[in-house]
């Protein structure tokens, strides 16, 4: 009976991983995708700078990513952006997230009953993605394209978000970022951050008055999975002009409900209390 020998330098089992628990070359790949996706577009010798891996191996990395439809180069311009099979990985996500598939309907009727912009987001970490929007008809509005991210504590949807996590959730979501006064109007701890959220946790809506962008504002209200955890949030945005003070209950009102119904939909539960 014959018995192959395992070559020499081989492991074991081919899915036994190292004990760092990574592979680096998949890791470096995964890093030059998520880059090329947020820069948009980029050339080889910035992108390779920007993941601080040298330039022969970013495009040894880039032409793998390419001969899968990862990543695609303008070759006037010669600069890489992510390929079509980024957007189908991306899609697969969208169709299997329950929310976003409820949601949609309800962003829609959000932006008729308010006439504003209705963005729906995920959070990730310190920070919320923009994954769903549906667009005012007015010449003024706000546009958060999809994938776009932004700090929580200064975002509508993210600061109803922080607002329904638990204090131990809270701390280490405000401890994992760089906390940056964007605008003169941003809150951060120590300057009204925790007050400001404790008013958005009693009446179930955030208020982010030009605490992003000068000029533009948000009201958001979060969305609970089935344990009772915030898992989405839903908001208008829009010019300051039209979100006053004095206005931003009866928003408030629109997106807390939108944001209950899509709970509810979801299998989800509000929190009790």
């Not at 395992?6 to 190292?18: L, N, V």
């Not at 992108?47 to 040298?54: F, M, S, T, Y």
């Not at 549906?134 to 958060?144: D, G, H, M, S, W």
């Not at 006053?244 to 509810?264: D, K």
Request: aromatic content about 6%; overall charge neutral.
């Amino acid at each position: 009976m014959d018995s192959q020998k395992r070559p020499r330098g081989r492991p074991k089992s081919a899915f036994k991983e190292s004990s760092a628990g990574t592979m680096q070359s998949l890791d470096r790949a995964l890093g030059v995708l998520t880059t090329v996706a947020r820069l948009e577009r980029v050339a080889l010798s910035d992108l390779a700078r920007e993941v601080d891996i040298p330039t022969a191996t970013t495009h040894r990395i880039l032409m793998t990513l390419q001969k899968h439809g990862f990543v695609t180069i303008d070759e006037e311009r010669q600069e890489w952006m992510v390929g079509i099979e980024a957007y189908r990985t991306g899609a697969s996500f969208l169709r299997r997230n329950n929310i976003l598939e409820i949601g949609r309907p309800i962003l829609r009727r959000l932006m008729q009953d308010s006439g504003e912009t209705a963005n729906l987001a995920v959070p990730d970490g310190s920070e919320v993605v923009f994954v769903g929007q549906v667009e005012t008809q007015n010449p003024i509005r706000a546009f958060f394209p999809p994938g776009a991210r932004t700090p929580m504590y200064a975002s509508g949807t993210g600061k109803a978000i922080l607002a329904a996590l638990s204090t131990e959730s809270l701390s280490r979501a405000l401890g994992a970022t760089d906390l940056i006064a964007f605008t003169e109007n941003t809150h951060l701890p120590g300057s009204g951050l925790h007050e400001d959220l404790a008013e958005t946790r009693a009446r179930g809506w955030s208020y982010d008055h030009q605490e992003r962008y000068e000029g533009m504002s948000c009201i958001g209200a979060a969305i609970f999975n089935d344990r009772a955890e915030p898992c989405a949030g839903i908001s208008v945005s829009g010019p300051t002009v039209r979100f006053s003070r004095g206005r931003a209950p009866e928003l408030g009102a629109l997106v807390s409900c939108a944001a209950q119904e899509i709970t509810q939909l979801s299998g989800g539960r509000l929190p009790i209390g």
